[in-house]
């Protein structure tokens, strides 16, 4: 595609419930971020994919928290037992190389937990 | 990853240039400057990065002082479009890193008629 797509772009949760956010990279490229956008501050780093292989995931907040990417393309986060800190936007990134090239951001699918 | 202090906000009247400036006064060596901007509802946008020498893009000019403990980002006729936070981003290139951005607070340009 044209860009990093990312479904659904809002979703409404409530407290308990579990969510799964979708990313669909720019094809071919290699890394994938997730990032957590709290309103009103700037992102913050979840996790790091190289192809299928995740590498970081020093960001995730809890063990409610879980990322895939079981073929190296889409990714899914996923949030179990939703609280309502876990209101926030969240980004997709990807990069064509593993390091040194540009990231490409989708924009993000903005969650509620009521 | 060094850290950087960007001002919290920033008007600029359409058509004159934007400066947005940024300190680094611990970046390493090996450490790039890289500008990012944000776009009410949208995911953030790579403008550009540098090293030690200026650079310029189509879409701005990123100069760093001669002891990288500065840069500032300019933006030759911004227009309303412009309107945006920026964020000013130091990190290390190269195989020992994931590529991950460390994200401030970011500058908001306020560009106005």
């Known amino acids: 595609g044209a860009g990093v797509s990312q479904s659904p772009r809002y979703k409404v949760a409530k407290r308990g419930q579990d969510v799964a956010l979708r990313c669909d990279p720019i094809?071919?490229?290699?890394?994938l971020f997730w990032y957590q956008q709290a309103l009103g501050q700037g992102p913050e780093f979840l996790t790091y994919?190289?192809?299928?292989?995740?590498?970081?995931k020093s960001g995730l907040p809890s063990d409610r928290f879980f990322a895939e990417r079981p073929e190296g393309s889409v990714s899914t986060l996923k949030i179990q037992r939703t609280q309502q800190e876990d209101s926030a936007v969240y980004l997709c990134?990807?990069?064509?190389?593993?390091?040194?090239?540009?990231?490409?951001f989708g924009q993000g699918t903005r969650l509620t937990v009521v | 990853d060094a850290k950087t202090t960007q001002p919290t906000s920033m008007d600029c009247a359409e058509g004159r240039a934007a400066n947005l400036p940024c300190n680094h006064s611990?970046?390493?060596?090996?450490?790039?400057v890289y500008w990012y901007r944000q776009i009410h509802s949208q995911g953030p946008q790579y403008i550009i990065h540098?090293?030690?020498n200026n650079e310029t893009n189509e879409m701005a000019s990123l100069i760093i002082t001669e002891d990288r403990k500065s840069s500032t980002l300019i933006l030759p006729h911004a227009t309303l479009r412009d309107t945006a936070v920026y964020y000013c981003?130091?990190?290390?290139?190269?195989?020992?890193?994931?590529?991950?951005?460390?994200f401030g607070q970011g500058t908001t340009l306020q560009v106005k008629p």
């Open positions: 540098g090293l030690k």
């Open positions: 990134a990807s990069s064509y190389h593993r390091v040194d090239t540009e990231a490409f």
């Open positions: 611990t970046i390493s060596g090996n450490e790039y």
């Open positions: 094809s071919g490229h290699v890394s």
């Open positions: 981003i130091v990190r290390v290139r190269g195989s020992s890193n994931t590529g991950k951005l460390i």
């Open positions: 994919f190289q192809n299928e292989a995740q590498l970081d």
